[in-house]
Every structure is written in structure tokens, then in C-alpha cells.
């Protein structure tokens, strides 16, 4: 591979972009430097021009995305109602969000955003009807409010918490050690935990997870390779925390550990990918016990759900693709000692437990259906709900009479509801006062065939009264992997769309798990294109049934999202009149160089790994298959602090497709500052982008506020 750095500022080249809609004028793009990086991979030359850009340090690199987001924001300033669209939501926005309370030794707690607040606040009360009080408020972490409260976790007698913060979006966490008593600090703070939950072993101290940071080049790039579980003891040094798992006698890429909650057994997960996992446990109420396997490979997804004395209860889908609950005693914890408690159905089934019972949340058709059992595995009822949509939560101590959950669905707000385990009656606990009125709108399944005949379950949301013409701006939302499930959920954001007539679809593409195991496998390594075509096809569903038409038409995805859209926009350029690809995975033969991203091997493959899959790969990955073209306007988004997919992969796919661009759409990438992959930005970061996605959704589609 001859590599050569060309040292030189970007500059603009002399022609200038028009708009389509309404003559807005765009600057000069960038004339980006290319070099001659090349990669041989079976003997077959892969040209690199714009592998300078991975580097998020270089002088360069800056100087471009400087550059860059000067093009970007004057185009967008250009939109006469952009302003109007910010009003709309910061409006939309500004009404009280609760999380559904939890209680933690003498208090109940809830998370509690008044409106506009950049981080949502802890509050905290004696019971439920005492007087609450601030317990943490993120907003006071940074100026900026881009320093985000990332995880919470309480010690067994809520005594002790430890909670996590993220700076600038990063993957890479702080934690802070508190008594709740007076919120004094315990300790010192620990430094460098990535991809951690705080597993409390008494007050004695909790396990968390980490990987070595990178010594060399970017900390935000640099791969991460191996996890190591340690444990910290309370008011020693983070230097002399011990390794428990992983490190260089057990290599493993994710590691994680929980306690059950009678605190008996230290439950460890290891996996090399972000499917399947080996299970561990250790009986701490055994002197001298060790770590002993319960599964020793990663094919499939196991946990312990709970325990009664040394019976465990496992959810796995070792065998059965769709999951169930099984039984072992932890002396002979081995799967061929299992028994099922609750057998696998069609449905995919989750488990939550609380107040001694067992709660089955099944998807059904991506849905919620909530049944109750004993731990015995009796069922004892179907847990009515407000209508179809998703339900979550139910999970509480095993001592507690009642449960809370959240409902929703993409015309239903989020409502938290308290849920009485005895009696199974539920009632609203707390109603978002939202300016949506859901009798106005309507939201309905359909199916569709993909290429290759699969059924495929579509949501579409649109206002009551609509008529089917095919002028109605739409936008076409998906994911489609890593197991992932889109289930009905209400946005604010997406009112301003329903609002001005527009529908929002979102299918269920294959590579998701709403139709378990079986269904993501479809959609992963040489079986990928299975999804791009599932999304292809809803496309044509719309324009066929008349629900809009190219014209009208916008797709949008982010992470394994934004390749999907990147995909798709390579292989069918005149699919839409916008494409919104956010932080999205652009370079399918590289994104296993860049932090964490070997791990997603399971579900992409590596170009490295043989012939066939590099050629599959080649073939689809965006960044590689733009070619001259009439694509799209396009607004590619990402973040300068996002250290899961690097923002590298946007840099170099808008690079090229702004070299590659032949029709007179604009092509531009909008580069958040202080900010991540996508968690905890500022609510003012939020409305701002989501002001930009629509903004420039509806001027090119020539649509007037």
C-alpha cells in the first residue's frame, strides 16, 4: 500500500450550486484534496483518495470541516422559514418530560426535564407523595451543557451511588461516587470507563468494565480491542483496582456484569461480537467460590434474569431463535440442565421481573403484548394496554407492590402508568402535556412483498383526511440490524412533519429482531443486500399505493441507519428527492479499524476475512460504490466527538459524493460540534439539528412553510 500525506489547505473551486427549489444560492464546495492511498485486498486495488480525512487531529482535517460546515450553514441560512421551524419546536419541546420513578433505599426517584433544560435533572422525594428535591443536575456539569449524565446506579441499601458522565458526547466515561445522604464525594473519580455499568457488591465497592486507551494516534479513533472487568474497592486508588475477567488470559471484546439482587451471584457476559454472548456466574456467598461457565460460546444471547435461593432463571435463544425463559440450579448450570418455564412462541419474548412475579413482553408484529406469570411460571393474566404501540419498564424489586411503565406509539405521547401487581389494574401516573392532538392523526400497519417475497410490516403516521395523490412529503425511516427492533414511539420532531401534511413510514426491515434471531441473521454478511432491498421495496410500496412519489419522497437512517441509506442511495440514486444519512457506517471495507468497530463483525463481515465477503462488501459499501451521478440533495450529518462510528466515514462518503454529484441537487454534511454518536446532547443541539433536517427536507422538495 503506498500511502502519501499532501499537506495543503483546502480551497474553493470556481463554479457555483444552485438549489432546485426556490434559487437558493450555495457556495463553492470545497475542492478536497485526494491522495494516492491504495489498498490491495485479494489481489484487487482499492483507491483511497480521501484516507487523509481519517484523521480527526490533522491541521488539515480541521481546516476542512471548517470549511465544510461554512458551506453548510450558509445554504441553511438561505431558508427563508428556518427560523419559523426552530419557533415550532423549541414550542413543541417546552412542556415537562418525566421518566417513570424508582425507588432506592428511603427515596423514589425520577429523572425530570422542565422543557428546554439541556440535560434532564434527578429529582428525588420521601415516598410518593413527599416533597422532591434536586439530587443531580447535569446542567450544572458544564457551561455548555454538553456534559451529559450517561448511567446512575445505587447501591443495594441506596446508601451509595455511582453515576457516569459523558463530556462532548464521547463514549469514554467518568464516574463519581457519592453518599445520597449529602451527595458528598467518595474517592477519587475514576477515569476511562467505556461501554460500563456499576455493579454495586454491598458498600463495599461494584465491578465496572473498560478497555485500555489508546496510546497512540486519536483518542476518539484509536481501536479499542479487549475489555477487562475490575472490581473497585471504596477509597483506594483506581490503579489498584483488580482485574476480574478478560485482560490477556480471557481476551474478550465486550465484557459485562451485573449482580442478582439478593446480591448471591456475580453474573459476567463476554462476547466477541454484539451478538451471541458466554455466561458466567460466581456464587459470592460460597468462600473461595470461582468463576464457573454456564454457556462457553458466543452463538447465542443468554442472561440471567433472576434467582429464587440457587434456582437462575435464563433468557436465552440458545435453540429456539425467538427466545424463552429456563430454569437451572446454579450448582449444574449447563444447558443441557435446562428447563423451560416459559417455552418460546412465534412471538419474540424480553423478561422483566418485580413483586415476585415474571413479566413476558412479547413483540408481536413489532408490537407489545404484556403477559404476567408467578415465578413458579403460572400465567396469571394479559396486562391490558391504551392500545398498539410499545410498552416498556415493569421491572422493580422483588418486594415492591407496584411497577411502573411507559406506553407509546408514534400518535400516542409517552404516558407513564403505575401498574398494581396484585390486582393488574393499571392507571395514568403521569401524561405529557404536549401540543399533539392524537385525534387528529391516524397510524396504520400494512405489509408489504420485498424483492424475494418476504413480508415485510410497515408503520405508516399520517393526518386524518389525507389524500392519496402521491404529493405528500414523506419521509421513510429504517434501521435494519444488529437485532435492533423499531417499535411505535412518539417523536416531538416529527409533529412539525405531521403536522404540514407530511407521512412518516417506518418498516421493519430484515437484520432488525422483531421477528427474533432468525430474522436478523437474514439481514447480516452475505445476506446485507436483503435489507437494502426490504427498503427499496417499502419505497415502492408508498409510490405505488399513492401515498407520495419521488418527488416527495425522503429516506432517512442513522448508524447502521446511515449506511442503509448510503447504500441505498448508491444503488437506486433516483429513489428520492432527499436522503438524511446520519453518522453512518460509509467505508465497509475500514470500519473494523476504528474503535469498537471490529465488533460488528457478525453483523457487516470484514473485508479481510475472505474473497467473497470482500467482494460483497466492495460491492455495497457506499463510500466505494458512488459513481457520476444525479443523486439526491443531501444532508449527511454527523459529530465531531462521535467515537463509535467516527465521523471519518461521513467526511470521506461527502467528500466523494460532492466530486461525484452531476445534477444540480446540493450536497452538503453538517458537522455538530461537542457532540457524539448521539447521546446526551443538549436539548438546544437537538432542536437545532432537527430545525436543519427539516428545513432542508422541505426546500428541496419545494414545499413552502
Known amino acids: 500500500m503506498k500511502k502519501t500525506i499532501l499537506m495543503m489547505m483546502a480551497i474553493f473551486t470556481g463554479s457555483s450550486i444552485f438549489a432546485q427549489e426556490m434559487n437558493i444560492k450555495t457556495l463553492p464546495y470545497p475542492n478536497t484534496k485526494k491522495v494516492d492511498t491504495v489498498n490491495t485486498y485479494f489481489g484487487t486495488r482499492v483507491p483511497d483518495p480521501y484516507r487523509w480525512l481519517e484523521d480527526d487531529r490533522a491541521t488539515d482535517t480541521k481546516a476542512w470541516v471548517q470549511e465544510q460546515n461554512k458551506v453548510t450553514q450558509n445554504y441553511l441560512a438561505q431558508i427563508p422559514f428556518r427560523d419559523a421551524i426552530k419557533k415550532r419546536l423549541e414550542t413543541l419541546w417546552n412542556y415537562e418530560k418525566y421518566s417513570a420513578p424508582f425507588k432506592e433505599g428511603k427515596y423514589t426517584y425520577f429523572y425530570k426535564n422542565d422543557g428546554l433544560q439541556a440535560q434532564a435533572v434527578v429529582w428525588r422525594q420521601v415516598g410518593e407523595n413527599g416533597m422532591p428535591e434536586v439530587f443531580l443536575d447535569p446542567n450544572k456539569f458544564s457551561a455548555s451543557g454538553t456534559t451529559s449524565l450517561q448511567g446512575l446506579d445505587f447501591s443495594k441499601d441506596g446508601s451509595l451511588a455511582a453515576y457516569q458522565i459523558s463530556e462532548g458526547g464521547s463514549d469514554w466515561r467518568k464516574v463519581i461516587v457519592i453518599t445520597t445522604v449529602d451527595k458528598k464525594q467518595v474517592g477519587d473519580t ?24 489508546p496510546r497512540e494516534g486519536s483518542q476518539l479513533s484509536g481501536l479499542t480491542q479487549y475489555h477487562k472487568l475490575y472490581f473497585h474497592k471504596l477509597g483506594t486508588p483506581q490503579s489498584e483496582d483488580k482485574i476480574i475477567f478478560g485482560g490477556e488470559q480471557t481476551p474478550r471484546r465486550y465484557i459485562g456484569a451485573y449482580l442478582t439482587e439478593d446480591e448471591r451471584f456475580l453474573v459476567i457476559t463476554a462476547a466477541e461480537s454484539t451478538t451471541g454472548n458466554e455466561l458466567y456466574i460466581q456464587d459470592l456467598a460460597s468462600a473461595g467460590s470461582g468463576i464457573v461457565p454456564v454457556v462457553n460460546n458466543f452463538d447465542n444471547n443468554n442472561y440471567v434474569a433472576a434467582n429464587v435461593g440457587s434456582k437462575l432463571y435464563i433468557h436465552t435463544n440458545l435453540y429456539q431463535p ?16 435446562w428447563k423451560d418455564l416459559i417455552p ?42 391504551p392500545s398498539v404501540g410499545t410498552a416498556s419498564g415493569f421491572g422493580t424489586k422483588l418486594e415492591e407492590k ?11 405521547p409517552p404516558t407513564i402508568f403505575k401498574y398494581d401487581i396484585a390486582s393488574g389494574v393499571s392507571t395514568v ?4 402535556n404536549v401540543q399533539f392532538d392524537p385525534s387528529l392523526y391516524e397510524s396504520k400497519q400494512v405489509f408489504y412483498k420485498s424483492k424475494d417475497g418476504t413480508r415485510i410490516p410497515m408503520i405508516i403516521t399520517y393526518k386524518k383526511g389525507i389524500v392519496l395523490n402521491g404529493k405528500n412529503p414523506t419521509l421513510l425511516y429504517a434501521y435494519g440490524g444488529f437485532g435492533v427492533s423499531l417499535t411505535p414511539a412518539f417523536s416531538t420532531s416529527n409533529i412539525v412533519f405531521l403536522e404540514h401534511g407530511g407521512i412518516y413510514a417506518v418498516p421493519n426491515l430484515r437484520g432488525g429482531g422483531e421477528y427474533g434471531e432468525t430474522w436478523h441473521r437474514a439481514g447480516i454478511k452475505m445476506h446485507k443486500q436483503n435489507v437494502f432491498d426490504d427498503f427499496i421495496a417499502a419505497a415502492a410500496y408508498l409510490k405505488k399505493n399513492k401515498y407520495t412519489s419521488t418527488d416527495y419522497l425522503a429516506i432517512s437512517g442513522g448508524s447502521n441507519g446511515g449506511l442503509l441509506i448510503g ?9 428520492c428527492k432527499v436522503a438524511l444519512p446520519a453518522v453512518g457506517v460509509m467505508d465497509m471495507l475500514r470500519y473494523n479499524k476504528f474503535t469498537a468497530g471490529a465488533g460488528w463483525a ?7 476475512e475472505s474473497k467473497e465477503m470482500f467482494e460483497y462488501l466492495y460491492k455495497y459499501s ?4 458512488l459513481q457520476a451521478n444525479n443523486y439526491p440533495a443531501t444532508l449527511v450529518t454527523t459529530a465531531d466527538h462521535d467515537d463509535r462510528v467516527v465521523p471519518a466515514h461521513s467526511f470521506k462518503f461527502a467528500a466523494r459524493l460532492q466530486e461525484y454529484q452531476k445534477g444540480p441537487a446540493p450536497v452538503l454534511i453538517r458537522i455538530e460540534t461537542n457532540a457524539g454518536h448521539g447521546a446526551g446532547q443538549a436539548t438546544e443541539q437537538v432542536i437545532s439539528g432537527q430545525t436543519d433536517k427539516w428545513a432542508f427536507l422541505f426546500q428541496n422538495m419545494g414545499i413552502n412553510w
Open 429 to 432: 401516573f403521569k401524561k405529557p
Open 402 to 412: 407496584e411497577t411502573y411503565y411507559t406506553f407509546t406509539s408514534y400518535i400516542y
Open 190 to 213: 475514576l477515569r476511562d470507563v467505556k461501554f460500563s455499568g456499576i455493579a454495586w457488591k454491598g458498600n463495599e465497592g461494584f465491578y465496572y468494565s473498560s478497555y485500555d486507551k
Open 602 to 608: 457478525y453483523d457487516y463481515g470484514t473485508a479481510e
Open 567 to 575: 447504500a441505498v442511495m448508491t444503488q437506486q440514486p433516483g429513489i
Open 322 to 337: 425467538n427466545y424463552r425463559l429456563v430454569t437451572v440450579d446454579a450448582a449444574n448450570p449447563t444447558p443441557i440442565f
Open 344 to 385: 418460546a412462541t412465534k412471538n419474540v419474548l424480553s423478561i422483566s421481573t418485580g413483586g415476585g412475579k415474571l413479566f413476558a413482553e412479547y413483540l408481536q408484529d413489532a408490537t407489545s403484548l404484556v403477559l404476567q406469570y408467578d415465578m413458579a411460571g403460572k400465567l396469571e393474566r394479559s396486562i391490558a394496554l
Open 622 to 625: 457506499p463510500y466505494h460504490a
